[in-house]
């Protein structure tokens, strides 16, 4: 049993520094070729961007956005196309030219047509207690500033206030940046 204790803290040390570069690899994978994370939100530069169905401009065009500023989320990189999602699940393959990293995101997209009653609200302050200074309908177009990992600031046609994290599709759970 002595030997057995003995050794158990050279068996913990050889699976730490075995661990070590399994992690360092799961890092890895999150980056894509140009050495930014993946997935990750972006918006649409452009007033026109065909979404196709292969990285190429030898691909069929399946989409095309008419809107700038709309938020899509890359989750694969092929040279300079980016294969991007947006908030109804739609896929495809953008160049990396008509994108932003301008973040946007949608209020609530999922809660669209749910009825007329349901807002999203926009708050004063980062907290669920601060006085409401807009009621957003599901689905307006929201330009964020930052995210504390629970709260954006976020602004839309002059209003400026913070919305919960988890009622915008433009930034992810626990995601923070300025």
């Known amino acids: ?11 913990l040390a050889s699976l730490v520094m075995i661990a070590l570069p399994a992690a360092d690899a799961l890092a890895q994978v999150a980056k894509g070729p140009s050495g930014l994370p ?9 007033k026109s961007v065909n979404l196709r169905i292969g990285p190429s401009i030898d691909y069929a065009v399946s ?8 938020p899509v989320e890359i989750i694969q990189e092929y040279d300079n196309w980016r294969r991007v999602r947006d908030a109804d ?27 007329e009653g349901v807002f999203v609200n926009m708050r004063r302050e980062p907290q669920s207690t601060s006085s409401i200074i807009a009621r957003l309908q599901p689905g307006v177009m929201i330009h964020v500033k930052e995210c504390n990992g629970d709260w954006c600031q976020v602004d839309t046609q002059g209003v400026e206030g913070w919305i919960a994290q988890g009622e915008i599709w433009g930034a992810y759970p626990g995601e923070a940046f300025k």
């Open 1 to 11: 049993m002595r030997r057995v204790l003995r050794l158990l803290p050279l068996c």
């Open 63 to 70: 989409w095309r956005y008419l809107k700038p500023g709309v």
């Open 89 to 115: 699940g739609t896929e495809g393959w953008v160049n990396q030219a008509l994108l932003s990293g301008s973040r946007t995101a949608l209020a609530a997209p999922w809660m669209r047509g749910k009825g």
């Open 38 to 46: 993946l997935p990750r939100f972006v918006s649409l530069k452009a």
